[in-house]
């Protein structure tokens, strides 16, 4: 794994010095890569690796006369020859083995796929795979797959568990900068054809708001925010007397989650959506699965922060209750089919991508999570390495606790590890403090627990306050998470997970408040939203008193309250005697008799004490025969998406997570194909000159 991720095997240059005349006795043309931009329609060949791929047929170029060079335009620029070429292809051929496990979609695979949407100008690789089964009913074509396979991308309007054998090859790094439907056709096997239909949407270049930052309560639904809504604010007579900020978004929308592979996501390929525009399979993240055994080999797509680092210049960070290096901080930088890499992940966030030629990220200008395994020297790091000092010699202050966070001088990069592992929630860190000492945490390493740990609010305030610093008039993206939400609903701990989404949303409130204090409110987009949810709800009310003194099951049927019995709220109720601090708009108790009766389905049959575990998080989960029990999974339901800004009112309505991607690029003037430009006209170095006639 370490191996392939840090080999630069595809890289252009390399492929330069192995140029020679191609397998057909030419030498290969320039002009598909001086036109590459335009692209459209373009034929390309099969052929062997490696060699660059070659055959333009000249009356197929929309822009040139047939017999001329072809002129390069973008946009209606043209193209000055001799300058360096803004895109390239190179064919792959992959080894005849695919791993009998791996599901094959059909005999011809083109990745993206069928209905995939793009940004006018967002680098991606397109990957063409033709299969060959060789066992059963599926068996094809002796077991070999067709190599002279061809591919071709044409703008509309304008021009199983069987061991199958594959031919592929890969297009690394090319881009569709005109709006528009395009159809892409792999024709095989001579008279086998599969058809993709792709839509670049028409995208601003006009930029309209100057930061943007997208807060994730991770599995987090509307049935959640209204019960710690129920929690933390006081009603009178069915209304509220105070309201979460959240309730104070101007405009809300709902999107749905489903992912290419099943209609249940992951955190993983639905913040890759959310972040690319691009729907995934579950775990991969930035890349389409392709077929190939190495996990960072496959076909890329292009970020948020990528492409606004490329287009404007703006520096960007991540904030998370998690591991940095879990799913949705790891999203905005990673590609790989395995978000469990978490060590390559780490290195990716810091250095881009080093394996292929790919845009150009340095890094975030904050990082700030637990997670500190990935940091220590050892078997969790990168090649063993030591990713503070990694992040220290690249110019970041490192902070491991809240006191040298608060400290950290705003106008420096700042890395924040504060904990092994993911943060401890909210209830534990702010109410059942003696809980923290049971941790292992300790972020310098060891097994002393992390007891000076900052919350989502300071460190998301301290992000802003950075990025503002750092990222000047040409602004910055900041994603931050509230974690927790979606990993205690997996341990069925509701008290827990409302716990944090009351921290999220006080996180929100204290976010607003510090861009109204540095100036830029008005030119920042809020946008919250969640990546999926699960299913939970509310039902009724629990007398966990009674309930616990029952030994009849019939009885216990009896603690339960609904409708009418369900009552009233007392977490809000003060009690003498009880005060943890932790000021408005939180529960002022945590232990009520009648607690909410809730779980992962409206169900008052179900059984169980309702009672908040002081001690620690529920554990829910029972192995028996490797199987586990009462776990708490992701659920089909739609999430919700509220907005304040500029461009807020793109956000009303039902949408597919990936219109997030899109609605954020257009409110950034993300769709900016002028960039093409300033690459064809840019110097190009010496040996590549050679390439052209
Ligand atoms: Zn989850």
Redesign the pocket.
Known sequence: MAANFSERQHCPAQLEKQRGKTRHGRKPTSGLRHCFPSLLPLTCTGSLFPLWVHPLTPSLLPISEAGKKPACRNNGVPYQRGRRPPGRLHLRRLGPDLPASRRVPGPGLRVPPDQSDFLPGQYFDLRVEVHAPVNGTEAFNNGVPDEEFSVTITKKGGSAQSLINVASKIYRRIRLSDPGEYEVSLSYYGDKTTVANWVVRPTSHRKKAKNVIFFIG??MTTNMITAARLLGHRSINGKYQSLMQLDKFPVLGHQMTHSIDSYIT??ANSAAALYSGHKGTVNAMGVYVDSSPDPFDDPKVETITEILGRIWGSVWGAVTTATISDATPAALTAHTRQRGLYGPIVEQALNGITNYTWTEQNGPDVYFGGGAEQFLPGAGSYQGKDYYAEFANKGYTVSTNKTSLLAVDPTEKALGIFCQGNFPVWLDRNVYVENLKAFKNNPAGGSDPALDLPGLKEMTVKAVEILHNRGGDKGFFLMSEAASI?KQM?QLDYDRALGDLLEFDDTIKATIEKLEELGVLDETLIVVSADHGHGFDVFGSADTQYLAAQTEERKKRRAIGTYANSGLSQYTEEVPGISYNTGANFPVNWTPRYAIAAGVAAAPDRREDFKIREGGSRVPASSVNGEYFSVGV?SLTDVPVFAMGPCQNLFGGVYNNVDIFYKMAECLGLGHVGNATEECTAKPKKQKRTLRH
Request: no cysteine; glycine share 14%.
């Open positions: 991770d599995g992951d955190s979606d997996h992701h």
